[in-house]
């Protein structure tokens, strides 16, 4: 079943974007943006940072790696 939903998001996401987006787990987001959880966290709830999303209602959060993208790229200038 997660196989198959996890298909059904990545497929919606190329016919948006033309490119497949990977969802991007808390560990891979602070290791691109080099902040701790708790400012990434922090950074979230003032609507600094992309939220977090939950997949089907479960524990499991992510980011989508375009939305960090872009918010490097607001952020840093270009440097993402």
Excluded: C, H
């Amino acid at each position: 079943v997660f196989l198959i939903n996890n298909l059904k998001q990545e497929q919606f996401l190329m016919s948006k974007t033309n490119n497949p987006d990977r969802f991007l787990r808390r560990k891979q987001v602070l290791a691109m943006v080099g902040y701790s959880t708790a400012t990434l966290y922090r950074m979230m709830s003032k609507g600094l940072f992309p939220k977090a999303r939950n997949y089907n209602g479960s524990n499991m959060v992510f980011w989508l790696e375009s939305e960090v993208q872009e918010w490097m790229l607001n952020q840093f200038g270009g440097l993402a």
